[in-house]
T-cell receptor, first 113, second 113 residues
Framework: DQQVKQNSPSLSVQEGRISILNCDYTNSMFDYFLWYKKYPAEGPTFLIS?????DKNEDGRFTVFLNKSAKHLSLHIVPSQPGDSAVYFCAASAGSNDYKLSFGAGTTVTVRA | EAGVAQSPRYKIIEKRQSVAFWCNPI?????LYWYQQILGQGPKLLIQFQNNGVVDDSQLPKDRFSAERLKGVDSTLKIQPAKLEDSAVYLC???????????FGPGTRLTVL
């Protein structure tokens, strides 16, 4: 039973343009959401997070938007750079005291020069 | 600061053999996680430790998988006997506390033939 879904397995974007990655969840108990980035042969690294009390969080080129009513979040990368080519995982947890993460299947982003 | 260390990086075994993975978390991190990532899927939590105690092992196939974290630092994950469907990347992660950012190691890629 997959509670976090990333329906786009891949995304190709031109350098300098915006990358938009989408994530949907089904568990209404989720209240903390994260994005992780993964390069080949490395473990995932934390990118950005958002609490359910917010609808937007920004960190440099990365912005995460949360729509609780739609159970949907998105990650915007502006502008996209070649180093952003990686797999991006959406993750969620329920409860602010214990981050047991449920992950989506990931979206592979390729930034074209 | 040294990251999460895992060994071996790669392991190939025959089905019904046993295998063990080792993880050394970031110094001072009390919480340690083992995840299983099957090709094309996101990481799935197998077990969570807080110091040397198990917090959650609800998704660990206990008939063949076991894990321990003696002295609350290093951890080992064992599979005995292995099945073909155990082929995956096994990721170890650690965090300062149960509600803190998780840092992942590079993973061990297991192939069961």
């Amino acid at each position: 039973d997959q509670q976090v879904k990333q329906n786009s397995p891949s995304l190709s974007v031109q350098e300098g343009r915006i990358s938009i990655l989408n994530c949907d969840y089904t568990n209404s108990m989720f209240d903390y959401f994260l994005w992780y980035k993964k390069y080949p042969a490395e473990g995932p690294t934390f990118l950005i997070s958002i609490s359910s009390i917010k609808d937007k969080n920004e960190d440099g080129r990365f912005t995460v938007f949360l729509n609780k009513s739609a159970k949907h979040l998105s990650l915007h990368i502006v502008p996209s750079q070649p180093g952003d080519s990686a797999v991006y995982f959406c993750a969620a947890s329920a409860g602010s005291n214990d981050y047991k993460l449920s992950f989506g299947a990931g979206t592979t982003v390729t930034v074209r020069a | 600061e040294a990251g999460v260390a895992q060994s071996p990086r790669y392991k190939i075994i025959e089905k019904r053999q046993s295998v063990a993975f080792w993880c050394n978390p970031i110094s001072g991190h009390a919480t340690l996680y083992w995840y299983q990532q099957i090709l094309g899927q996101g990481p799935k939590l197998l077990i969570q430790f807080q110091n040397n105690g198990v917090v959650d092992d609800s998704q660990l196939p206990k008939d063949r998988f076991s894990a321990e974290r003696l002295k609350g630092v290093d951890s080992t994950l064992k599979i005995q006997p292995a099945k073909l469907e155990d082929s995956a990347v096994y990721l170890c992660a650690s965090s300062f506390g149960r509600a803190d950012t998780q840092y992942f190691g590079p993973g061990t890629r297991l192939t069961v033939l």
